[in-house]
């Protein structure tokens, strides 16, 4: 049918409508029965039979303009759909389990409508909403694709009155997706749902734009789900189940991201990915765990980003082990290290408690034990401290001074001796050096100071434990048992 005759029919109602539908459908299998019914692969007739009943059973509104609200609940379209920059002005604009059978088009169709409803509608053939522009509500809820569907550059406006950060105002709850689905450059401006939702075939969101929140709870993707350059704020994938390959290359997650109890039994790659807040993968589980190599965590990591409402110590803990997993001893070891700063402030008070400022200082001293050479380059200031200590340090009143020696190599020699924790027995040298710093008694012995042999004992000290730090680090990078 023309557009005139297709708008006619439509303002007869729902039951003129579907007598004529189910008209068409029952010469479509009377053709079939006789052996006429004949198309190619662009669902154009092959016969003169095929071709007049493509023509009568097709409908067009493309452009037309929807002033009053529009119902095309249960109606069947039963062959080729075109509402192509057709506009929906009305409050309501509804296609509530319709079905349409042949391939349908809303290419730069404008739903103006406060609530657009596709709930429970059929799509046997191929749709396309490409530049579709939705102000208001829109509800895709168990809804069913057969056939590819694509929702490029798409947008989603939402409503202003609508409190969006609870209000999901574009629903895919439930919908089921058999072949392709595309939302490439789609942009979602307020809440979107996609919860209990499956796709059977690739699912392919290349650079969307998810502007507020969304949720992808209990969503299944049984093939390739393609999310690459994606922007999200604040998204939920829980208990979300990705059979095959699922990438998040290059996405940024602008606020919270929830992979709670989420399955992938495939490759899972997040390289390039941006989390401006910490990931929360508590009870996620890989056949593979995914690699962090190429994942951005400088945003996550800055402390003035922490949200005090969150258990962060069990999301760092969370990445830990499936960095462990992957044998990523790198990231294994900064997750580590967020997960002691973020129960600060939140398990205890830092400022009052021994264990912050043992924290603090093995930040410092070894980076958590990452670092090989801090620890080194901590022992040579160490050494250079005590040197100081010892030359400057007073000889007694009534002692002899050593008549030929260098103060400087002595004190030298006493720092060095005594930052090596395993050279603890007194040789002639050191007996010589002490006698040139210090002097020596009546008797002529080497006089020895008690601060001075406090000092020592100190350095010792201090010493071991900032080697012991290396080494420490040296395991832990080589991670040799």
Same mark, same amino acid.
């Given at each position: 049918m023309n557009q005139e005759e297709s708008i006619a029919l439509y303002k007869k109602g729902i039951d003129a409508w579907n007598k004529w539908a189910n008209e068409m459908l029952a010469q479509k299998k009377a053709l079939e029965d006789d052996k006429q019914w004949q198309i190619d692969v662009f669902g154009e007739g092959g016969n003169d039979s095929t071709k007049n009943w493509i023509q009568k059973a097709s409908v067009d509104f493309s452009g037309y303009v929807f002033e009053q609200n529009t119902s095309f609940a249960s109606h069947t379209f039963p062959y080729a759909t075109n509402f192509s920059k057709s506009k929906f002005e009305g409050g309501i604009t509804s296609f509530q389990h319709s079905e349409f059978k042949g391939n349908t #088009?809303?290419? =730069?169709?404008? *739903?103006?409508?406060?609530?657009?409803?596709?709930?429970?509608?059929?799509?046997?053939?191929n749709v396309k909403f490409y530049n579709t522009f939705f102000n208001g509500n829109v509800s895709f809820n168990f809804a069913e694709f057969r056939c590819s569907a694509g929702f490029n550059n798409a947008i989603f406006q939402g409503c202003e009155f609508y409190d969006t950060e609870f209000h999901d105002v574009a629903t895919f709850v439930g919908s089921k997706f058999v072949e392709r689905v595309n939302f490439h450059k789609a942009r979602f401006h307020s809440g979107a749902s996609f919860e209990r939702s499956?796709?059977?075939?690739?699912?392919? *969101?290349?650079?969307?734009?998810?502007?507020?929140?969304?949720?992808?709870? =209990?969503?299944?993707?049984?093939?390739?789900?393609d999310f690459y350059k994606t922007t999200f704020c604040m998204v939920v994938f829980k208990e979300a189940y990705f059979k095959k390959r699922v990438s998040f290359d290059e996405v940024i997650f602008e606020k919270e991201s929830s992979f709670v109890a989420m399955n992938a039994q495939s490759f899972f790659s997040l390289e390039g990915t941006k989390f401006h807040f910490v990931p929360d993968f508590s009870q996620a589980n890989f056949t593979q765990a995914p690699q962090f190599d190429a994942t951005d965590f400088s945003?996550?990591?800055k402390l003035e980003q922490y949200d005090k409402s969150l258990n962060l110590a069990a999301r760092w803990r969370s990445l830990k082990r499936l960095a462990a997993q992957n044998h990523d001893r790198e990231h294994e070891s900064i997750f580590?290290?967020?997960?002691?700063?973020?129960?600060?402030?939140?398990?205890?008070?830092?400022?009052?408690?021994?264990?912050?400022?043992?924290?603090? #200082?093995? =930040?410092?001293?070894?980076?958590?034990?990452?670092?090989?050479?801090?620890?080194l380059c901590w022992l040579i200031v160490v050494t250079f401290i005590y040197f100081g200590i010892y030359i400057a340090s007073d000889t007694e009143s009534d002692a002899v001074i050593f008549p030929v020696c260098n103060r400087v190599e002595a004190a030298v020699y006493l720092s060095v001796r005594s930052a090596l924790p395993f050279s603890v027995t007194h040789s002639d040298k050191l007996t010589q050096g002490y006698s040139c710093l210090y002097g020596k008694d009546i008797e002529g012995k080497a006089i020895m100071p008690n601060k001075i042999v406090f000092f020592g004992f100190s350095q010792t000290i201090l010493s071991a434990i900032l080697i012991f730090l290396s080494l420490l680090a040296l395991r832990n990078h080589f991670k040799i048992s």
């Amino acid at each position: 049918m023309n557009q005139e005759e297709s708008i006619a029919l439509y303002k007869k109602g729902i039951d003129a409508w579907n007598k004529w539908a189910n008209e068409m459908l029952a010469q479509k299998k009377a053709l079939e029965d006789d052996k006429q019914w004949q198309i190619d692969v662009f669902g154009e007739g092959g016969n003169d039979s095929t071709k007049n009943w493509i023509q009568k059973a097709s409908v067009d509104f493309s452009g037309y303009v929807f002033e009053q609200n529009t119902s095309f609940a249960s109606h069947t379209f039963p062959y080729a759909t075109n509402f192509s920059k057709s506009k929906f002005e009305g409050g309501i604009t509804s296609f509530q389990h319709s079905e349409f059978k042949g391939n349908t #088009l809303f290419i =730069g169709a404008e *739903f103006n409508s406060n609530d657009t409803i596709f709930e429970v509608t059929k799509f046997h053939s191929n749709v396309k909403f490409y530049n579709t522009f939705f102000n208001g509500n829109v509800s895709f809820n168990f809804a069913e694709f057969r056939c590819s569907a694509g929702f490029n550059n798409a947008i989603f406006q939402g409503c202003e009155f609508y409190d969006t950060e609870f209000h999901d105002v574009a629903t895919f709850v439930g919908s089921k997706f058999v072949e392709r689905v595309n939302f490439h450059k789609a942009r979602f401006h307020s809440g979107a749902s996609f919860e209990r939702s499956e796709f059977e075939s690739k699912a392919t *969101f290349i650079e969307t734009n998810f502007i507020d929140s969304s949720d992808f709870t =209990g969503a299944t993707f049984n093939n390739i789900a393609d999310f690459y350059k994606t922007t999200f704020c604040m998204v939920v994938f829980k208990e979300a189940y990705f059979k095959k390959r699922v990438s998040f290359d290059e996405v940024i997650f602008e606020k919270e991201s929830s992979f709670v109890a989420m399955n992938a039994q495939s490759f899972f790659s997040l390289e390039g990915t941006k989390f401006h807040f910490v990931p929360d993968f508590s009870q996620a589980n890989f056949t593979q765990a995914p690699q962090f190599d190429a994942t951005d965590f400088s945003h996550a990591r800055k402390l003035e980003q922490y949200d005090k409402s969150l258990n962060l110590a069990a999301r760092w803990r969370s990445l830990k082990r499936l960095a462990a997993q992957n044998h990523d001893r790198e990231h294994e070891s900064i997750f580590f290290i967020e997960e002691i700063k973020s129960k600060r402030w939140k398990q205890y008070i830092p400022i009052f408690d021994p264990m912050y400022w043992f924290e603090w #200082l093995y =930040g410092v001293f070894s980076d958590f034990g990452r670092s090989v050479f801090r620890p080194l380059c901590w022992l040579i200031v160490v050494t250079f401290i005590y040197f100081g200590i010892y030359i400057a340090s007073d000889t007694e009143s009534d002692a002899v001074i050593f008549p030929v020696c260098n103060r400087v190599e002595a004190a030298v020699y006493l720092s060095v001796r005594s930052a090596l924790p395993f050279s603890v027995t007194h040789s002639d040298k050191l007996t010589q050096g002490y006698s040139c710093l210090y002097g020596k008694d009546i008797e002529g012995k080497a006089i020895m100071p008690n601060k001075i042999v406090f000092f020592g004992f100190s350095q010792t000290i201090l010493s071991a434990i900032l080697i012991f730090l290396s080494l420490l680090a040296l395991r832990n990078h080589f991670k040799i048992s």
